[in-house]
């Protein structure tokens, strides 16, 4: 007798389980079943809709490579998005907090304007058609990082408190194995790594920039220039939005290229369209 627990696969299953995936492949079972019937082979048609039902709900799917095409499909499709990826409050609460778009900044400024402003100030320079960052604040920016990477969640928290004058609530939290700064009266949700980096880059920027506001725009934008996590000191890799092994979260859309760390799960820095 086979062992079911061979045949399952925690890849695409549980919570893992790509529903995309699932659909496409109960699709396919559907039809090649009922393509049998037509022909008028009931047993067939019931021996592939209970093996190809198992194996979906053992493996994830049956028909191989579907991760790789069944969410393109389903993003085509005019099937809506929240029977997929559909959130109750709480998880939104967290999937919002997961774009690093959240920031320690109040307001989103013109990024082309804060470059304007940090090239303007010394922080950045050409090298080539590429802006780098000046060896000074480089060294500065990474130093400061280096130092914070090693601060409890709660005194992290408590420093961006006692540094940036805009921010007077600042709490902690941590839920499903990832940290969260949770800051001011709207409790905007900032990962750990984000904000570290933003803080590091702010107190880096202070012989800079006097503006408060520019200052903390800039922070932001010194995301674009690290190469490896503030937390986990992994390299990052440039990737997309894309979740679900190969499906977004907003299939009428082209999910966006972003920086991210591949130990920690978040996202750094995502780079601007064109």
Same mark, same amino acid.
Not at 10 to 16: I, K, L, P, R, S
Not at 105 to 119: I, K
Not at 189 to 196: E, K
């Given at each position: 007798m086979t062992d079911l627990g061979t045949?399952?696969?925690?890849?695409?299953?549980?919570?893992?389980?790509?529903?995309?995936?699932?659909?496409?492949?109960?699709?396919i079972v559907g039809v090649a079943s009922l393509l049998l019937l037509v022909r008028r082979r009931r047993g067939g048609a019931a021996l592939v809709a209970?093996?190809?039902?198992?194996?979906?709900?053992?493996?994830?799917?049956?028909v191989p490579y579907t991760p790789a095409f069944a969410p393109e499909l389903v993003r085509a499709s005019p099937v809506p998005d929240y029977l997929f990826h559909g959130l109750d409050a709480?998880?939104?609460?967290?999937e919002a907090a997961a774009d690093e778009?959240?920031?320690?900044? +109040? %307001?989103?400024?013109?990024?082309? #304007?804060?470059? =304007? @402003?940090?090239?303007?100030?010394?922080?950045?320079?050409?090298?080539g058609e590429m802006l780098r960052?000046?060896?000074?604040?480089?060294?500065?920016?990474?130093?400061?990082?280096?130092?914070?990477?090693?601060?409890?969640?709660?005194?992290?928290?408590?420093?961006i408190r006692r540094d940036v004058s805009r921010i007077d609530e600042t709490e902690s939290m941590e839920t499903e194995g990832r940290e969260w700064l949770v800051l001011g009266e709207d409790e905007v949700?900032?990962?750990?790594?984000?904000?570290?980096a933003e803080l590091a880059a702010y107190r880096a920027l202070g012989p800079y920039l006097d503006d408060e506001g520019v200052r903390l725009a800039g922070a932001?934008?010194?995301?674009?220039?690290?190469?490896?996590?503030?937390?986990?000191?992994?390299?990052?890799?440039?990737?997309?939005? +894309? %979740?679900?092994?190969?499906?977004? #979260?907003?299939? =009428? @859309?082209?999910?966006?290229?972003?920086?991210?760390?591949?130990?920690?799960?978040?996202?750094?820095?995502?780079?601007?369209?064109?």
């Open positions: 045949l399952r696969s925690g890849e695409y299953t549980g919570e893992n389980r790509c529903w995309p995936c699932t659909l496409v492949n109960l699709l209970a093996v190809g039902a198992g194996l979906v709900y053992l493996r994830g799917y049956v709480e998880d939104e609460r967290y778009r959240t920031s320690l900044a +109040a %307001t989103d400024l013109d990024g082309e #304007a804060v470059l =304007r @402003e940090l090239d303007a100030a010394g922080v950045v320079e050409a090298d960052l000046t060896d000074d604040v480089d060294a500065a920016w990474h130093a400061e990082m280096e130092r914070l990477s090693d601060r409890s969640l709660p005194t992290l928290a408590d420093e949700l900032v990962a750990r790594p984000v904000g570290i932001r934008s010194l995301r674009m220039f690290l190469e490896t996590c503030p937390v986990c000191d992994v390299e990052l890799v440039e990737t997309d939005e +894309a %979740t679900c092994c190969g499906s977004y #979260a907003k299939p =009428r @859309e082209k999910p966006d290229e972003v920086l991210a760390c591949p130990e920690c799960d978040q996202r750094l820095f995502t780079f601007p369209t064109e």
